[in-house]
């Protein structure tokens, strides 16, 4: 508080005047920025409302430059909103429907500092290629015909953008920067969905050795629920009670197929045995259930794969009566027999992965 | 399988129900059980067939969604150790998509009677 004559609300209509002085260069820091006539006016509008609304706060010789960052807030928040409106699962903080509330205004005010964090991380073209879809709203015609590339082309670009932003948003939003090389990628290539580019990752061994990436992981997914893809099931396992997941979602997976009551006893005690050795000797793993067909034929597919010691010897583990030190054999013979298919992969030190199938008769 | 000794570890009671019937103990497993439980389980069982002077064990495990290579050495080694102590078990409600799972992982059931169903498996233990 300072003793300068402040300029109040109440005081009278003769400030009206300010406001009509300062639209022209609101409109200007307004249309430098979004090319939509009608979002243009809009803004204008708001930004001279939100002036009106802090006059009695604010010095009358700093209200154009309070007007100024008003308007380009605005504009901001607009990106960040129409972003949201056109893909709203990936932003991943709820709108805030009354956006007068002050506790909407505080979350926007964060969310924005958190997209303008993320887009500035993003590489230059995929975030010239959001601006100009997004806030100028330039659609993928016009942005083709201006680089030479189709519109396909572009909204493909569109995409693969988007879910790079998806990730830098939530390295962003959870503080967090990535402990590996590794992880920017394969956390894009999760967000975008492209199952070969995680293949060549190996992103789901990535994803049990970074506790960073797993976390983000999981987020990314949070809205499309447990089966984050069409017909996967995902169950990570670290305590003895996992197993017994494990085996259940393998039942429920199994039954979506058809399989009798026996066959699903039978995955169901596979993935028992298989899913114990991960409890037993590794830190954490995964089982991974997956609806396979080819031609007619309808099965389940199941990867349990671990971050552990690994297996020295996997041909002496797939012998019967092998067993380790606990006393105990590692079941793997008995699973085999279980299933049709049955896969040991085992490096010392990195950790294992078993790949089992059961088709339908 | 991870068993804690310490107080540490705190979890829910397992969900089995034990009934003491004569001499023998009855005990019907509710749900599917974990390695932590199922080692619970036996160990709570030994210290009964101790304190209560049993000589039977009839155990129903038709709720158990899976007999693993664990679940059935885990009741051999209860079978063998209650022997051990005066006490006989039979273990009932093995269905036969379980039974034929066993089979195929061909573990070895020891010293381990099994029956039918609760009443066959009173029976096996009066008889
Ligand atoms: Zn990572």
């Known amino acids: 508080m300072n003793g300068a004559p402040r300029v109040r609300n109440a005081a009278g209509t003769h400030h009206d005047e300010d406001l009509v002085n300062l639209e022209p260069m609101v409109r200007r820091v307004v249309g430098a920025r979004v090319k939509d006539p009608h979002a243009v006016d809009d803004l204008v509008q708001e930004t001279l409302a939100r002036v009106v609304a802090a006059r009695s706060r604010i010095e009358a010789d700093s209200l154009p430059q309070y007007a100024a960052v008003t308007a380009r807030n605005l504009v901001a928040s607009m990106a960040t909103r129409s972003i949201r409106a056109r893909e709203r699962s990936h932003l991943l903080v709820d709108d805030p429907e009354d956006e007068d509330a002050p506790v909407a205004d505080v979350l926007l005010r964060e969310e924005r500092h958190i997209v303008m964090t993320a887009l500035a991380k993003l590489p230059d073209a995929d975030r010239l290629l959001l601006l100009a879809h997004e806030v100028e709203g330039q659609d993928t015609a016009t942005i083709a015909s201006g680089n030479g590339s189709t519109p396909g082309a572009v909204a493909a670009r569109l995409f693969r953008a988007r879910a790079n932003l998806r990730v830098e948003y939530l390295f962003a939003a959870e503080q967090l920067e990535p402990p590996t090389d590794r992880c920017r990628p394969v956390l894009r290539a999760i967000s975008s969905a492209d199952r070969r580019r995680q293949q060549d990752l190996d992103a789901a061994g990535h994803l049990l050795r970074c506790t960073t990436c797993a976390r983000l992981r999981a987020l990314l997914g949070a809205r499309r629920g447990e089966q984050d893809e069409e017909g996967v099931v995902r169950v990570p396992v670290a305590r003895d009670a996992d197993v017994v997941l494990a085996r259940q979602k393998a039942r429920e997976v199994a039954a979506e197929v058809g399989f009798s009551a026996t066959d699903m006893t039978l995955v169901a005690t596979a993935i028992s045995e298989v899913t114990r050795n991960i409890v037993k000797f590794a830190e954490r793993g995964e089982v991974v259930l997956t609806l396979i067909r080819h031609e007619h034929r309808q099965g389940i597919h199941v990867v349990a794969r671990d971050v552990g010691p690994g297996i020295e010897d996997p041909e002496e583990a797939m012998r019967d009566g092998f067993s380790t030190c606990q006393g105990f054999g590692l079941g793997l013979p008995g699973a085999k027999r279980l299933m049709d298919h049955f896969e040991l992969t085992s490096n010392a030190g990195e950790g294992t992965t078993v790949t089992m199938e059961k088709w339908l008769p | ?127």
């Open chain 2, 1 to 127: 399988m991870k068993i804690d000794e310490g107080p540490s570890r705190a979890r829910a009671p397992v969900p089995a129900s034990i009934l003491s019937q004569g001499t023998n103990l009855i005990v019907s497993i509710h749900t599917a059980l974990d390695d932590e439980q199922l080692m619970l389980l036996q160990r709570d069982l030994l210290d009964r067939v101790g304190r209560q002077r049993a000589k039977g064990i009839l155990i129903d495990v038709a709720a158990l969604d899976v007999l693993d290579s664990f679940a059935i050495r885990t009741l051999a080694d209860l079978a063998y150790m209650a022997q051990l102590r005066g006490a006989e078990t039979v273990v009932v409600g093995i269905s036969p998509e379980v039974a034929m799972a066993m089979v195929r992982l061909a573990v070895e059931m020891p010293l381990m009677r099994t029956a039918l169903d609760l009443e066959e498996g009173l029976q096996c233990l009066t008889s």
